[in-house]
């Protein structure tokens, strides 16, 4: 008996993984089928294969980045909707003074 199901349809129970650990394997597996394909030893075959599950991947996880921006821009609108984004900043861009005083 295998430990990981292959195919998994909506509904069935297969999906027993969701939200950022789903898209940390959905990455990772798609970093791998990225350097299998790099190689270039796959087949005519493997080769397609492995890219059509390479697509499949890459739509699940932009669609998990867009889920959880849609939740970012919940978290950051009012109580009236109005959203309050602004430019996310690391390290050295990002600037005390441009943050706003609460």
């Given at each position: 008996?295998?430990?990981?199901?292959?195919?998994?349809?909506?509904?069935?129970?297969?999906?027993?993984?969701?939200g950022p650990?789903?898209?940390?394997?959905?990455?990772?597996?798609?970093?791998?089928?990225?350097?299998?394909?790099?190689?270039?030893?796959?087949?005519?075959?493997?080769?397609?294969?492995?890219?059509?599950?390479?697509?499949?991947?890459?739509?699940?996880?932009?669609?998990?980045?867009?889920?959880?921006?849609?939740?970012v821009q919940?978290?950051?609108?009012?109580?009236?909707?109005?959203?309050?984004?602004?430019?996310?900043?690391?390290?050295?861009?990002?600037?005390?003074a441009d943050?706003?005083?609460?």
């Open positions: 008996m295998t430990a990981k199901k292959k195919t998994a349809k909506a509904g069935d129970g297969g999906e027993a993984k969701s650990a789903r898209f940390e394997e959905s990455l990772r597996e798609l970093e791998e089928l990225v350097e299998a394909l790099e190689k270039g030893d796959l087949t005519l075959e493997e080769s397609l294969a492995r890219f059509e599950r390479g697509v499949t991947l890459a739509r699940e996880c932009r669609d998990s980045l867009a889920a959880a921006e849609q939740r919940v978290l950051l609108s009012d109580e009236q909707g109005n959203e309050s984004l602004a430019p996310f900043a690391t390290g050295a861009e990002a600037d005390p943050r706003d005083p609460e």
